[in-house]
C-alpha cells in the first residue's frame, strides 16, 4: 500500500487566496484527521472523520476553514480566505478503528506558506 | 479531559548515552498509550505502544512500560544513535468515535 497520499507538498500562496489541501487515505481505513503543526502551537488536532461523517470539528479556527469528505477515501481541507497566521504543516492522518486500539497513519505533510 | 503530559526539551545526548522520556497521563477508563516519532520533514509514525497495565512497548531498541499506578508511560533506550534524533510525541486513546490525545512533542538531537 502506498500510505496515506497528500498533494500538493509545498504551497506557496498570498494572502486572501483559497488553498485547497488534498489527502487520500489508506484503503479499507475508515476514519481521517486533519493536523496543523507549528513551532508556536506544536501539533493541534482540526477536525476528524469516522465513517466520511465529521465527529469533532472544535480544533477548526474559524469559519475560513472547512473539511469534507466527498467519498471514502479522498479527503479536502480548504482555507478560504487565506492569512499569513495559517502558514504551517499540515498532516493527515487515517486509521482503521478496531477494538481498543487506535493506530494512526500520518501522510507526509503539505507546507502552507502564506505571504 | 483527557491529557498527556511529557518533559520539557529539547534533550541533547551524544552517542550511545542512556536515554529516558518522561510521559505522564490523565483520562478516563483505561487508556491505549503510544510512542510516535517524527524524523525531520516527514509525518508522524508509530514507535511502539500498549494497551493494557504493565504491558512493555518495544521497537528499534526503544521501550516503554504501561505503569498504571504511576500513570506513566516512559520512553527508553540504553544506546541512542545519530540516527534516533527527531521529535518523540506521546499519546492516548481511550476508545470508540475517540481521538488520540498527544502530548506536546520533545525534540531529542543525539550528536556523535
Known amino acids: 500500500d502506498a500510505g496515506v497520499i497528500q498533494s500538493p507538498r509545498h504551497e506557496v500562496t498570498e494572502m486572501g487566496q483559497e488553498v485547497t489541501l488534498r489527502c487520500k487515505l489508506i484503503s479499507g481505513h475508515n476514519s481521517l484527521f486533519w493536523y496543523r503543526q507549528t513551532m508556536m502551537r506544536g501539533l493541534e488536532l482540526l477536525i476528524y472523520?469516522?465513517?466520511?461523517?465529521?465527529?469533532?470539528d472544535s480544533g477548526m479556527p474559524e469559519d475560513r476553514f472547512s473539511a469534507k469528505m466527498p467519498n471514502a477515501s479522498f479527503s479536502t481541507l480548504k482555507i478560504q480566505p487565506s492569512e499569513p497566521r495559517d502558514s504551517a504543516v499540515y498532516f493527515c492522518?487515517?486509521?482503521?478503528?478496531?477494538?481498543?486500539?487506535?493506530?494512526?497513519?500520518f501522510g507526509p505533510g503539505t507546507r502552507l506558506t502564506v505571504t | 479531559g483527557d491529557s498527556v503530559t511529557q518533559m520539557e526539551g529539547p534533550v541533547t545526548l551524544s552517542e550511545e548515552a542512556c536515554l529516558t522520556i518522561n510521559c505522564t497521563y490523565t483520562a478516563t477508563g483505561y487508556p491505549s498509550l503510544f510512542w510516535y516519532v517524527q524524523y525531520p520533514g516527514e509525518g508522524l509514525q508509530l514507535l511502539l505502544k500498549?494497551?493494557?497495565?504493565?504491558d512493555k512497548g518495544s521497537n528499534k531498541g526503544f521501550e516503554a512500560t504501561y505503569r498504571k499506578e504511576t500513570t506513566s508511560f516512559h520512553l527508553e533506550k540504553g544506546s541512542v544513535q545519530v540516527s534516533d534524533s527527531a521529535v518523540y510525541f506521546c499519546a492516548l486513546y481511550t476508545g470508540a468515535n475517540s481521538k488520540l490525545t498527544f502530548g506536546k512533542g520533545i525534540t531529542l538531537s543525539v550528536r556523535p
Open positions: 492522518a487515517s486509521s482503521n478503528r478496531q477494538g481498543s486500539s487506535d493506530e494512526q497513519y
Open positions: 500498549a494497551t493494557k497495565a504493565d
Open positions: 472523520f469516522n465513517n466520511n461523517v465529521p465527529i469533532d
